[in-house]
C-alpha cells in the first residue's frame, strides 16, 4: 500500500509525496482487523448516502441501507501527516516514520496478545506502538543505542522501566544447519564441501591479497589500501557456493554491490565491461 506524505514540491515534476510499503503474509490465513482501522467518510459521501438511503447490486435494489458506522473500508493509500522537525516524537532516525502508521499497521494485522518483531528497530516506533496496542514485541538493531532509546521511549510513556525491557547483545544458536532461509529458491544443490581445516575469514582475505594483490578482481583497478577491498564468494551462497578458499574473491565496493547475489566472477565482469566500468588498460 501507499502512504502520502508531506515534503518539498519539485519545480520541474509532479510532488514526490508516495512511499510505498510492502505487506507479506506466510499463508492464506491473515489477520486483518478491518473494523478497528476503518476512517471516516468524506463528506461527500456521507451526504450522497444520506440523500439515497438505498444500495444497488446488479438488478436488485435494497432499502434502508446505511454506511458502517465505524467508518469506510480503506483504501490501500492513506494520507498520513509526517513528522515535523519540531516535533517531540522526532528521534533524529532520518527513516523515521510517524507512531500513527505503526499504529495503524499494527492493529490491522496482529491481535492483543500476538508478538510483534521488528528486526530494523533503531527508532523504536514499531516497539512503542505494539506494546500501546498489548502485543508483545521483540526489537533488533545493530545500533548499540537503540536499546536504551527503547527504555527512554517506553519510560516516557510510563509503560515500562529499563529493568522490565529485556536486553542482550548475544546472537542465537543457529538451529538450521546454516541453510539458507528460503532453501526452495536455490537453482543449484549444496555441495559438501573439502575436508580438512578451514580458514577464516582474515586468512582467506591474507592469502587473496598474496596471490593477487590489493587489485579487485571484479573491475581490475589497483588500490593502495587494502581496505577498499570485501571478500566474496564467486559462485554465490544462494546457488550453493562454498565458503571454501577455492569460491572467495575480493572486491571493491561497488563491485560487491553490483555483484549481489546475482552474477558469478565471470557474470560480473561482463556486466562490467557492458556498462564501462572496467579499468581503463593503457
Known amino acids: 500500500f501507499g502512504v502520502i506524505a508531506g515534503g518539498g514540491v519539485p519545480t ?26 476503518r476512517i471516516p467518510y468524506s463528506t461527500d459521501s456521507t451526504e450522497r448516502l444520506n440523500y439515497t438511503a438505498r444500495a444497488f447490486r446488479g438488478n436488485k435494489t435494497y432499502d434502508n441501507y446505511s454506511p458502517n458506522p465505524k467508518g469506510k473500508h480503506p483504501e490501500d493509500w492513506w494520507v498520513m501527516q509526517p513528522i515535523m522537525p519540531s516535533s517531540k516524537e522526532r528521534v533524529g532516525f532520518p527513516t523515521q516514520k510517524p507512531y500513527a502508521l505503526y499504529e495503524r499497521i499494527v492493529t490491522a494485522s496482529s491481535n492483543e496478545g500476538d508478538v510483534v518483531l521488528d528486526p530494523f528497530a533503531g527508532c523504536s516506533t514499531t516497539l512503542v506502538a505494539a506494546e500501546s496496542l498489548q502485543r508483545h514485541w521483540v526489537g533488533i538493531d545493530i545500533w548499540e543505542g537503540s536499546h536504551q532509546l527503547v527504555v527512554e521511549r517506553m519510560e516516557e510513556q510510563s509503560w515500562l522501566s529499563g529493568q522490565a525491557v529485556t536486553f542482550t547483545n548475544t546472537l542465537p544458536e543457529r538451529t538450521d544447519d546454516g541453510e539458507i532461509a528460503a532453501p526452495f529458491l536455490r537453482v ?19 592469502y587473496l591479497l598474496s596471490q593477487f594483490g590489493s587489485k579487485c578482481q571484479g573491475c581490475d583497478r589497483d588500490f593502495e ?13 544462494s546457488d550453493g557456493g562454498l565458503n571454501h578458499i577455492s569460491n572467495r574473491i575480493l572486491l571493491c565496493g561497488p563491485c560487491n554491490k553490483l555483484k549481489s547475489n546475482t552474477y558469478t566472477l565471470s557474470g560480473l565482469r561482463r556486466q562490467n565491461k557492458k556498462l564501462g566500468y572496467m579499468a581503463k588498460t593503457v
Not at 16 to 35: E, P
Not at 192 to 205: C, F, L, T, V
Not at 226 to 237: G, V
Open 188 to 206: 543449484k544443490e549444496r555441495i559438501q564441501e573439502p575436508e580438512g581445516k578451514k580458514m577464516s575469514r582474515a586468512e582467506m582475505y591474507d
Open 225 to 237: 589500501d587494502s581496505r577498499y577491498l570485501e571478500l566474496d564468494h564467486n559462485t554465490p551462497r
Open 12 to 37: 520541474n515534476d509532479f510532488a514526490r509525496k508516495h512511499d510505498l510499503i510492502f505487506r507479506y503474509a506466510k499463508g492464506a490465513a491473515v489477520t486483518f482487523n478491518v473494523d478497528d482501522i
